[in-house]
């Protein structure tokens, strides 16, 4: 290192410099983007616009249950309250970063008994024994000339918005996968309760064969088909309960309780799957937290760039310091004659360093591009995913139409096939023929309805929260 004094006749250079910034200018990390999904409309070029309030999206359900377990995420989830204090400290982090901004200024004293060594080695004269009172200040600024403090603080900041995107991406993300269980969970209360009637349907027929048999109107056969069509339904049934036994914990630990104190009563009413507009305005891309996390970490690295090149230049502070010391002996120690100072600036310049601070800036370079890359991944993924979701939300709509139809005709089958095994028409398996369509198709519309709304809550996420028509 070389340190030397400069003259205060620089100071006003010294002045206009301290504007100056190494970093490049900023800009945005470039990507073609489509003009149109091809399940929607036309739409704008996206851009990180994440200050935009999402709101409560869940609310498009008209879910009360829903509402409440929404509300105790946000309060309660610990992977949400992790996240929160992450930002916080991110935040403290610009608050340290910003201090190198201000100058240091610090307080000493110390009054001291002293016993000098007799054979201390240049000794020369001085008593063997004496005191030294002193109280001092010292200041000490450092220049900003090449933008190192403002670019670190520059850096912090976008670092701290990032952070803060990531936990509003935590947070849709809990609340998403929250609204997608709860949505699984009421799906197979209403298998549930479609089974459970089943049961007791398939009960009646296997009387119905049983009382028959008895009188010699049917065989043992009939009276067997009937029996394995009960019993398969009351595994079916069985089988239903414990899947939603997992997703009822799986609540729990959502809403941070823990789950053998959880429990949510059967419910077997699904809501209808929203409405979602055909065209959604390009906000609802803009307003996804991950791509303007992705953004501000891009101009982060931009910022490190400036404070790894500024390493190249000497750094100049200003350095002052005074007080009052005198060898006590009861003489006053603030005395104008104890005074003494230190005043004037100082340059330090690091001549040779082996490659290390050129190796920094190829390294905050490598770190941007890095970054820029990232982003653009996650615009393509924003992109996939809002596709994918949008294609699977159509396509639903149209196979719960032809469901239904099924059902319907499915309904019919098994009355009528009921009917003519009555009046000996037709054979018992004709019934278990039509008994297992009909509960088959009627599972199956669950099923698709479960799934409507559960990619209901993926398009919202993918959309970066809610809407507004």
């Known amino acids: 290192m070389l340190a030397a004094k400069i003259r205060w006749g620089s100071t006003p250079l010294l002045a206009l410099l301290a504007g100056c910034s190494l970093a490049p200018n900023y800009v945005p990390p470039s990507l073609t983007t489509p003009v149109a999904y091809t399940n929607m409309g036309p739409w704008t070029p996206a851009s990180p616009a994440d200050v935009q309030s999402r709101g409560d999206w869940w609310l498009i359900y008209n879910d009360p249950a829903l509402d409440q377990l929404e509300t105790e995420v946000d309060a309660r989830n610990p992977t949400l309250a992790i996240a929160l204090s992450r930002y916080d400290q991110a935040q403290q982090f610009v608050t340290q970063a910003a201090a190198a901004e201000y100058p240091e200024i610090g307080v000493a004293g110390g009054a001291s008994q002293i016993r000098q060594s007799a054979h201390r080695p240049l000794r020369v004269g001085g008593p063997d024994v004496y005191e030294d009172d002193f109280l001092a200040g010292s200041f000490s600024y450092e220049l900003d000339l090449w933008g190192s403090v403002r670019n670190s603080v520059r850096a912090g900041k976008d670092e701290a918005q990032a952070t803060k995107d990531d936990t509003a991406s935590i947070q849709l993300s809990l609340e998403a996968t929250l609204a997608a269980a709860y949505f699984n ?20 027929a296997l009387q119905l064969t049983q009382v028959q048999h008895s009188g010699g109107i049917v065989s043992g056969l009939d009276v067997g088909q009937a ?30 309780v ?39 970490r891009a101009a982060e690295a931009n910022a490190q760039i400036g404070v790894a090149k500024a390493a190249f230049f000497p750094t100049v502070s200003i350095d002052a310091a005074g007080g009052f010391e005198d060898d006590g002996g009861g003489v006053n120690l603030f005395n104008l004659s104890n005074s003494f100072w230190a005043l004037g600036p100082s340059l330090a310049l690091t001549v040779f360093d082996g490659g290390r601070r050129r190796a920094a800036v190829k390294i905050a370079i490598d770190n941007f591009d890095q970054a820029s890359e990232t982003y653009r991944a996650t615009v393509l993924t924003a992109f996939e995913q809002v596709e994918d979701q949008l294609a699977l939300c159509n396509d639903l709509a149209v196979e719960a139409s032809q469901q239904n139809a099924a059902v319907t005709a499915a309904d019919h089958t098994e009355t009528l096939s009921l009917a003519l095994y009555t009046q000996g028409a037709v054979t018992y398996l004709n019934v278990v023929t039509a008994q297992t369509a009909d509960l088959g198709a009627q599972r199956t519309a669950l099923m698709i309805t479960t799934r409507r709304l559960v990619s209901s809550v993926d398009l919202v996420r993918a959309l970066g929260g809610g809407w507004q028509t």
């Open 185 to 204: 969970l009421r799906g197979l209360d209403a298998q549930e309760d479609l089974l459970t009637k089943t049961v007791a349907a398939y009960a009646r």
């Open 227 to 256: 029996q394995t069509q009960y019993d398969t339904a009351k595994a079916q049934l069985t089988d239903v309960i414990a899947a939603r036994a997992l997703f009822q914990n799986e609540i729990a630990s959502l809403v941070g």
């Open 258 to 296: 823990p789950a053998p104190l959880f429990s949510m009563p059967v419910n077997p009413a699904l809501p209808g799957p929203p409405v979602i507009p055909v065209t959604a305005p390009s906000v609802l891309l803009e307003r996804r937290p991950d791509i303007a996390a992705a953004e501000r």
